[in-house]
């Protein structure tokens, strides 16, 4: 990493007092760090399910992030961002190519970015000054990673601060063809252990993953320090402890030597199944107010109340661990000097659902909870915080990115630059976040469930399941942010401009896969 | 050594039980999930799978079958080399008929599994044992393994190619 000579360091002050008193510290900061000569480091965070509506950053009834709000004293707040999806896959893939789902069609359960769109990422926009470093622990995020390997200078394996695997291959075993290796062990060669309709494509594979799961101690995995077991993605189990500290030697061992970078850390936690250390179980012995909701006829599942408010409890124990965890690899890469010079993004790529009979996300559903996500950015040197409560998105991260680099931002990015980075509040924009899992790839949208969010409302449009007719559901997120009073047949004006508003634009996203 | 194998025509009806086999499970489940890789994966990536899928399928077939002539080699002849096609097809019907319980089980219930496994592995120990003293099973093995001999012209030659094609795309 460039040292900050003396003068520079008095440039970059200057240059920071200068453009706090006339703009937003943000702006300023980042002009500043142009001042600098040296591009900065991009450090991006990433917390899987992460809502925003379980942090006590976003006012939250409990206090679930004590750390992401010290953190938040010197950092861009985005108080409405939204994910474009509720699940992973779209999720993500807009994240890191600054397109709408149904721009870049990674829509379905284990899906990838259209092939010939696959350069339009956030790795090959910045650059090759950059280097571009990725690890993520959730497959579904390492497949569209692998689609972007020839932009990635280190892509890291999922297990790389795992235990107990158990599956025998992982796709990182084919380097050259990492992402259809998902396909071939994880969805076909391999026993899904989890799931007892799993038809292995191979029976000398399938049959020693389930002996060696017959034959392994799964009791292991839970121990005084997990009660509930350990943290587990699918076929290993990791300590958060181990992970972060793991990031945490990767970012100060690679940063000083491979400067500026573009690293991108995925972190499965707080994904189910909610399974902290022992210091964070009970933490939150309190009444939480609790709305009981009807369950959903389109619900994946029909949980009771009462097994919903636990699992609730659970995730929030959770998101308190990942913040504590996130609390300490900051308070660390600080003393060691290493953000100096590196914007820190911290977000999501979807939120997290405890109600209406359902327990999770990637289903039919797609109310606040599970799309409305925290982004948080802090600049180099930042001092204070900036609040910003216009709707955002997931895809303004690439533009914004872009403009921090200095990079030209491409005419086919459908994210803006975000407030504070040389956006504007915008009050007037429509966000359209959608779940389309069963929908054909490359086939008109037709089956899922599209969300518009503009202003204080949200609309819903479900279409395309089977013996549920089509419908839609209008809430009020300010006067009404539980989503309990379905204005659609109330507020007849909102609901028709909405309504417009979505269906042409799924109509217009459709034209192109429309058969001529 | 080699004199301690059988002939080749006998290893090739063998080898044809257990292609078969495994090839047809592998190919079942590829149908069951080809449906919803056709919402995902174009043609191509498809046929990559499949290409994986059947390479895998290959070695596992050689695994079984080599599995079995070393067993020739290190028996006395009277109790595996003799009669080889006949006692070869049951014991690999026997190990992949178990193979098939056990993890075919799972899908049903994670408590019968070791049941399973059991229950084919007596039933086709016995067969082994006894199957050349029935001149019935003897020649109906026989009779099937000869039929499934034809199956080798097409998997042999898919197994050679799909191989090829993932070995290149490997390199390049």
Redesign the interface.
Known sequence: MSQISRRDFLKLYAALAASAAFSGAPRLLSSALSNNGGKPNILIFVFDSMSARHLSLYGYGRMTTPNLEKFAERASVYHNHYSSANFTTPGTASMLTGMHPWTHRALNFRGMIDRTLADRNLFNLVGNEYTHLAFTQNFWADILLSQFNADLDSHFPCDLYGQARKSLFQPDDLPGDRSIAYYVFQDFLSLRLHDPSSFPGSLFIGSAELGIDITSDNKANISADYPRGLPTVYDFSYENADVFSGVNDLIQSELPRSSPSLAYFHFWSPHGPYNPRKEFIGIFDDDLKWHSKPRHPLAADNFPQEHMRQKHLEFDEAIAEVDAEFGRVISDLEKSGVLQNSYVIVTSDHGELFERGEIGHASALMYAPVTHIPLLISAPGQAARSDFHSLTSIEDLVPTILQITGREIPDWVEGRLLPGFGGTEDTSRSLFPMVAKDNATYQPLKHGTFAMIKGAHELFYFTGYPKHPDSFELYNLQEDPDELQDLFSKDITTASKMKDELLAAIDTANRNFQKK | MLKRLPKSQEILQVYAVIAVM?SG??I???L??LP???????IG?IF??FS??MV??FI?SL?VLLLLLLACIALPSHLFRDKFVVRGAVLSIAI?GS??M??GL???S?SR??LGFFEVSLLMGVFLGFSPKFRFLSSAVLWISDRLVVFLFVLLPLYVILSGYVIF??I?
Not at chain 2, 36 to 42: E, F, P, V
Request: proline share 0%; charged share 15%.
């Open positions: 495994l499970w592998t079942t489940a590829f069951r999930k919803s890789w056709l919402l995902t994966l174009n990536e990559t799978v994986y899928a895998t399928n596992e695994i992949i193979l098939m056990f993890v799972h899908m049903q994670a599994l070791w795309r490997n390049a």
